[in-house]
C-alpha cells in the first residue's frame, strides 16, 4: 500500500485532504480510513494540514456568542435611519382592498344607527308629551 501512495504523491495528497472531513467524522470505510491513515504518518504536508483542519474544527466547537450588554441588546434607532442606510426598506403602502374599508363602513353604519335611533327616542319623548289632548286653543278676540 505504501509504494502506490509514494508512486504518485501530488494526486494522493489532493485525494487524503478532499476526505479529511469525512476521516474525522468517521464516515470513511475502513479500507479508506486506513489509507488516509497510512498517507498521513508519511506525508508531513498532509499531517500538517490534517492538526489545521482539527485545531479550526475545535475552535469552531468551542466558539460561544458573549453575553451582549442590555444597553446594546436595547438600543433602538429611529425607523429613518435604517431608510438612510437601506432605501429598499422604506416604508409601502398597503394596497386599497375590500378589507381596508370594512372597518370605515362599519363604524359609519353604527353612526347612523346611532344617530337614527336618538331621533327616533326625541319624537317618541316629544309625542308623549304634546299629544292632541294637552294642546290648549288660543283664540284671540279682536
Known amino acids: 500500500m ?52 482539527c485545531r479550526a474544527l475545535s475552535l469552531l466547537t468551542d466558539f460561544r456568542e458573549e453575553c451582549m450588554p442590555a444597553a446594546i441588546l436595547n ?5 429613518s435611519t435604517f431608510v438612510e442606510i437601506f432605501p429598499t426598506i422604506s416604508k409601502d403602502e398597503p394596497p386599497v382592498t375590500f378589507g381596508t374599508f370594512v372597518p370605515y363602513v362599519s363604524a359609519l353604519i353604527l353612526l347612523i344607527l346611532a344617530l337614527s335611533t336618538w331621533n327616533l327616542w326625541e319624537r317618541h319623548i316629544f309625542q308623549e ?9 288660543v283664540v284671540a278676540k279682536i
Not at 487524503?16 to 504518518?41: A, I, M, N
Not at 308629551?129 to 286653543?137: C, L, M, P
Request: net charge negative; glycine share 4%; hydrophobic share 25%.
Open 75 to 79: 438600543y433602538r434607532l429611529p425607523r
Open 129 to 137: 308629551q304634546y299629544n292632541a289632548s294637552n294642546y290648549v286653543e
Open 2 to 53: 505504501l509504494s502506490k501512495i509514494f508512486s504518485n504523491v501530488s494526486v494522493s495528497c489532493e485525494s487524503v485532504r478532499r476526505r479529511f472531513s469525512e476521516y474525522v467524522d468517521g464516515v470513511l470505510s475502513q479500507t479508506e480510513r486506513l489509507y488516509v491513515h497510512e498517507h498521513v504518518g508519511c506525508c508531513d504536508e498532509c499531517s500538517d494540514h490534517l492538526d489545521e483542519f
